[in-house]
Each structure stands twice: as C-alpha cells, then as structure tokens.
C-alpha cells in the first residue's frame, strides 16, 4: 500500500476486519462475554452467597464478579440460603449485573436490627468492555410500623479510590423511599464495590423485610492499544484480497500479444 490513503469504500471493511482481530487476540469475538455461568459453584447460572465467599464467580457481560468477603456478619444469616444471579439481559446499559436474594434471611421485628457489609471484585474478563456507571435497584422488600431497611453502596477503581456511592431505602415513618439510584464514572479496568445493608425496627410492631435488590453496571468498549495495528493488518488483508481477485480477472500479456499477431499478417486475419 505504501503511502497511498486507504479509501472510503475499503474503510469501514478494515475498521471492521481490525476490531474483529483485536478481539479475537483480546480472549474471544464480540459475543463472548454474553452468556451468564459461574465459576466454583454448583448452578451454572447462579451461586450461593456461601460458594462466593468459598471462592466462587459470577461471569455475567463480559465480567467476572468474584473475591467476595464479609467485613461485618450479623451472625443470624444462612449464607448457604442467599442467592446471588448473573444477569445479562440489558446490553450495554444498564448493563450486566448481579441480582441477591435473600430468601427471607434479612428480616427483623419488633425493635431488631440487622446490619451487614460485605464487598466484591469487578473483572472485565473482555479487557476493552469497561464499566463507566453503575445502578442499584430495590426489588422485594416490605417494612410495617416504623420498619425501615436501607441499601448503601460505594464503588471504587481498580487503583482502590472512591469514584461514587448510592443509597436505596424505605422508611415509611419519615416519608424516605427511593427505589433506584445511579452514579456514572470514567472508563475502569476494574472495580471494588462495596455495600452496606441496614435492616431495623423502632417498636414491638415494626417489621422490615429485604429480599431482593440489582445491581446493574453500564459499559463501553474502549479500544485496545493494539486497535490500530489490528486495523492496518485489516486493511493489508482486504488489499491483498482484492488484487488477487484483480489478478484472476486479469488476461494475462502474453495471451494479448498472441491475440495481437493473429489479428494481422500482410494486412489480413490468418
């Protein structure tokens, strides 16, 4: 190709072709990380919150949610009865994410408290697919009296510094409920998140109950240093690809010369 720019029309095919290559040297094609499966645990598509601090993960869009521990254990919970789901059904945003159930573990009545803080591991298992946001959601929860439950979550880069936090809650008593909160962030080559559950009541009447709560993680697709170089390989193949189909259409010399001598001898056809 030496100098010569490489076309509109043969542009958008090398950019296509480099991508495809990068990810392929990246750990697999575009698709790979679409499937939910689990490493360490019995079910393919989920683990018991008791596997995960045992060693398992969670892979879920293109994303490893593993090194998971307990910094602070009420001591009433069944971990083996807590169930935590990969989710991989809404692209790149939201994005993937992990689901808990509680299965009825986090619950207390009259004037109980519960608090619990554990933290995970956030690992693109695709180097180029980054998290940039992420998004806590309430799913089952219920409080009566003056029950309330409340969900903090802190999310720190990969160098272990705080880039955000959000709160979800029910406290019916001072009219605070928030279902969904979000924060987004720069590009990450990984994540540490960490979280802060809350489960009280203030009377012999009051109950709070948390059962279930997302939390979601939005991506990009940053291109690896290796994108250029990749698009460049595209490209040569793409030429080379095209003369050799110039070629094969080609006639070669030869046959023209000799076309050439037939078509006159003293003026005439031979």
Known sequence: MGNRVLSKKWLLPALSAGWILSSLVDGGAPEAGAAVYTSGCANSGECTFQELLGGGSIFAGGQRFGQFSIEEDPGSIDWTKVVVKGRDDMGLSP???????????????????????????????????????????????????????????????????AIGDKTVESDPAFDENRAVDAISFAPQQGLLVSNSIV??????????????????????????????????????????????????KREPANARADKDSIKSTNGRMI
């Open 95 to 161: 994005g993937p994410g992990i689901e808990f159930s509680h299965n009825g573990e986090v619950f207390v009545v009259g004037t109980d408290f519960m608090d619990i803080q554990f933290s995970y591991v956030i690992d693109p298992v695709i180097t180029s697919w980054r998290p940039v946001g992420n998004e806590l959601e309430l799913v089952t929860h219920l409080t009566s009296g003056s029950g309330r439950l409340e969900v903090d979550e802190t999310v720190f880069s990969d160098a272990r510094r």
């Open 199 to 248: 489960v009280e009541g203030d009377a012999a009447g009051d109950s709070a109950l948390l059962d279930g709560y997302i939390q979601r993680f939005e991506l990009t697709i940053v291109p690896e240093p290796g994108f250029g170089a990749m698009t460049s390989v595209g490209a040569g193949v793409l030429v080379l690809l095209r003369r050799k189909s110039t070629l094969g």
